[in-house]
C-alpha cells in the first residue's frame, strides 16, 4: 500500500511496538489513538496509557486518547456473552474499532488499523473480521496486517525497556479468567460453570461449557 496517513487503534504500549515499527517503516503517517473501555480496573486503564504515552512520546508518534470510559455501556454490550470469550470477545473488537474507524472517517485518515493484530492471544480472525466490516460501516480501510511474527521480539524489546506489562487482557472477565484457570488446573471459565451447573442440577461432572475460542496469558504475560 503506497503511504497514507492511518489511525492505529493501541490497546497498550507492548503492544504498539511491532505494528508501529512496521508501519513507519512502510512510510505511513501514524497517529496513535487509545480507546479502550474494555480495560478494567481504571487504575489499569489509566496505568496501560501511561505506559503507552512514554513510549510514544519517546518515539516521536502522536496519541489521540478517548477518556470518556464508558464503563456502563461496555458492560451492558458484553455482558449478555460474558462467560463465552468466542462470542464476547468480537463484541468488545466491534466497540472499540467501531469508535477508531469513525474517528479515523472524521478526522480524513486514509486508513485505520489496530494493535490488537499483533498479539498470539487474541481471536485474530474476528479481529481482522470485525475491522474490515467497521472500516466497511464508516467508509474507511480496514488496514489488515498479520503482525504476529513480531510478537516475539516486541516482548524482549519490551522488557528492555521497562515497560509495564500486564497479566490479563483488560476485561473484568478476562482479570477473573486468568486466576481461575490457575486455581482449576487450566479448565475454562465457562466450563467451571457449566460444571458448578451440573452440581446443583444433578447431571453429572460438567464441562460442557468450555469455549475453545479463549486464548490468554498465563500471569505475568501481556496480554494485548
Ligand atoms: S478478554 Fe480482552 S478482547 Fe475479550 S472481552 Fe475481555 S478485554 Fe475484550
Not at 3 to 23: A, E, K, N, Q
Not at 28 to 42: D, E, L, M
Not at 80 to 109: K, N, T, W
Not at 158 to 182: D, I, K, P
Request: proline share 6%; aromatic share 10%.
Amino acid at each position: 500500500m503506497t503511504p497514507v496517513r492511518l489511525l492505529l487503534h493501541t490497546c497498550c504500549g507492548p503492544c504498539t511496538i511491532f505494528p508501529l515499527h512496521v508501519l513507519r517503516q512502510e512510510g505511513h503517517a501514524v497517529t496513535a489513538c487509545y480507546f479502550n473501555p474494555n480495560i478494567h480496573p481504571y487504575r489499569e486503564w489509566e496505568r496501560r496509557l501511561h505506559t503507552l504515552a512514554d513510549y510514544l512520546a519517546r518515539v516521536g508518534v502522536d496519541l489521540d486518547v478517548d477518556d470518556s470510559y464508558d464503563l456502563k455501556a461496555y458492560l451492558e454490550a458484553v455482558l449478555p456473552h460474558a462467560h463465552l470469550p468466542s462470542r464476547r470477545c468480537p463484541v468488545c473488537y466491534r466497540i472499540r474499532l467501531d469508535e477508531v474507524a469513525r474517528r479515523a472517517a472524521a478526522s480524513g485518515y486514509d486508513a485505520f488499523t489496530t494493535t490488537l493484530l499483533v498479539s498470539p492471544y487474541q481471536d485474530h480472525e474476528a479481529v481482522a473480521r470485525v475491522g474490515r466490516e467497521a472500516g466497511e460501516a464508516r467508509g474507511i480501510l480496514f488496514y489488515y496486517r498479520d503482525f504476529r511474527p513480531g510478537w516475539k521480539e516486541a516482548v524482549r524489546v519490551s522488557r528492555e525497556l521497562g515497560m509495564y506489562r500486564q497479566g490479563y487482557c483488560g476485561c473484568v472477565f478476562s482479570e477473573r479468567e486468568r486466576y481461575w484457570r490457575a486455581r482449576t488446573g487450566g479448565r475454562e471459565f465457562g466450563a467451571g460453570r457449566a460444571h458448578a451447573d451440573s452440581f446443583r442440577n444433578g447431571t453429572g461432572s460438567g464441562g460442557a461449557g468450555a469455549d475453545p475460542g479463549d486464548a490468554h496469558p498465563a500471569p505475568g504475560e501481556a496480554a494485548g
